[in-house]
């Protein structure tokens, strides 16, 4: 595989743990122990969470924000919750600038959700037993090493909805549970072959993907090799590490080089993305643009465009196999994926990574003939977004010209392209969308364009004649995404 230039390259993402804090200050040393919240004194707002969007804007990905909930709690539904977080520790919202404050932050993250994801991780991080004694941590007992009472973790799915509810997110108003978690200090109860366990819980909820660290849990017997993963009850749980940025830091990026980094997901916290203050926070954002760029620069990894599509490309990474059969054909083998994969639907997209030069664009691709026409070009690489695939053998043919192909989608924006039909009086694109976004299609503009689900609306639509591209304005209703198929007739 030396001389096969093309490749299936580990995906990048970076989780960012503890969004949802009001107050920041970390309370744990008090007489009677409260949370650690951020480690940062502090009162968040809406300017806070700018930081993740505007690098998610800047290269075109979805950030997973991993939120505790109990501080977003509008209506103080959690005084009847007072095991999840005690009533006389926490920041309860008691005025109407505090209601304001609340309002103005979810408002934000609904019209953002292309590229901040609201991905779940607590209510209040610990877990405080009858008699107020604080433990660590929310999800498992990290200090007796044994799981925490079963109905307790469904008391936090309930508290958790009814939390979302007082904001619209709920199925009423077409929004569903947050499909991303990463349990509290890495408290995941795994026993994935019993009938209690964390991702049975988490996967009744509607949670389908989970990062955590493993060695962090070895009397469960998690999956430890390196860069692990497995299911856990329909939830993917894959193996996420730090590298070098405390918890509680401001502006900090990683500090273990690149090609060390054995995990695909990184951790980090809210604090390492945000300033001391609002004037210095543009030189931060711009710090993590360019680390994000730096690791898309490797030449194994690229940054995976949300949470799906990273699972995803971890799956088909650690499965399928290249095989070079002649000048650009390559058999791609993917007989070896799990049922598990494509019983939890978990089988999307397959990212090829090509090395280009400058001069170079994709002419032609096709897979068992059929044309493959999503992708997106950077300086010196392209990445090709190959359909779903079955568990089967592959051939894929592409070519690299002067010329891009007459039709093709520049993938730029987050959401999930799973699959292109095309005639030639119609295409229709088969595809997963987050917030608001556009797609951008080339060739000439079409006579009619709509979407086959009223839940992922078409806003508007445009035609660029110097570039040659028709531009695509999208919206997806549900807060986590919404599927469906864009037709286009010519």
Not at 244 to 252: H, P, Q, T
Not at 448 to 464: C, E, G, P, Q, T
Request: net charge negative; aromatic share 14%; proline share 6%.
């Amino acid at each position: 595989m030396d001389d096969v230039k093309i490749l299936i390259p580990r995906p990048f993402a970076a989780g960012i743990d503890d969004m949802g804090w009001i107050n920041g200050t970390n309370e744990s040393q008090k007489p009677y122990p409260g949370p650690y919240r951020a480690g940062v004194k502090r009162i968040f707002d809406v300017s806070d969470y700018k930081a993740a969007v505007d690098v998610g804007k800047a290269l075109g990905v979805r950030i997973q924000g991993l939120f505790v909930l109990g501080e977003l709690d509008r209506d103080n539904v959690l005084d009847k919750y007072p095991d999840l977080y005690p009533s006389n520790i926490r920041w309860k919202c008691s005025s109407r600038a505090d209601k304001r404050r609340l309002d103005e932050i979810m408002d934000f993250l609904k019209k953002e959700s292309a590229y901040l994801e609201f991905g779940f991780h607590g209510i209040g991080h610990e877990y405080w037993e009858e008699n107020g004694t604080r433990k660590r941590a929310e999800w498992y007992n990290l200090i007796d090493r044994k799981p925490w009472p079963e109905e307790s973790m469904y008391r936090r799915i309930a508290a958790a909805r009814e939390i979302l509810a007082q904001y619209g997110l709920s199925p009423d108003y077409g929004h569903s549970f947050p499909e991303s978690f990463v349990p509290c200090a890495y408290s995941y109860f795994w026993n994935p072959n019993g009938e209690y366990s964390l991702g049975k819980i988490l996967s009744e909820a509607g949670v389908r993907f989970a990062a955590t660290d493993f060695s962090q849990i070895p009397e469960l017997d998690p999956p430890l090799e390196i860069n692990g993963g497995a299911f856990d009850h329909g939830v993917h749980v894959v193996s996420r590490q730090n590298y070098g940025n405390c918890w509680y830091e401001l502006d900090s990026l990683p500090r273990v080089l690149p090609e060390l980094q054995t995990t695909d997901m990184i951790e980090t916290h809210w604090p390492n993305w945000l300033a001391q203050d609002d004037f210095m926070q543009a030189s931060v954002t711009q710090r993590w643009i360019q680390y994000f760029q730096m690791m898309e620069r490797q030449d194994d990894r690229y940054l995976a465009k949300n949470t799906e599509q990273f699972h995803s490309q971890w799956l088909y990474r650690k499965y399928t196999v290249l095989r070079k059969e002649g000048n650009n054909v390559v058999e791609i083998d993917n007989s070896a994926m799990p049922d598990e994969a494509y019983l939890y639907g978990l089988s999307g997209t397959l990212v090829l990574k090509i090395p280009r030069k400058p001069h170079e664009h994709l002419s032609y691709a096709a897979l068992n003939g059929e044309p493959i026409v999503v992708f997106q070009e950077h300086e010196d690489f392209l990445l090709l977004y190959l359909p779903p695939l079955q568990k089967k053998r592959y051939l894929l043919q592409y070519e690299l010209d002067l010329e891009r192909m007459p039709f093709y989608i520049h993938h730029k924006g987050t959401s999930n392209i799973y699959n292109v039909l095309s005639r030639d009086d119609f295409r229709e694109i088969s595809l997963k969308v987050y917030g608001k976004e556009y797609i951008s299609v080339s060739g000439k503009p079409p006579k009619k364009v709509f979407s086959d689900n009223v839940n992922l609306k078409v806003l508007n639509h445009a035609y660029d004649s110097i570039m040659g591209m028709f531009y695509i304005e999208v919206e997806a209703t549900n807060f986590q995404g919404t599927a469906g198929n864009l037709i286009l007739h010519y």
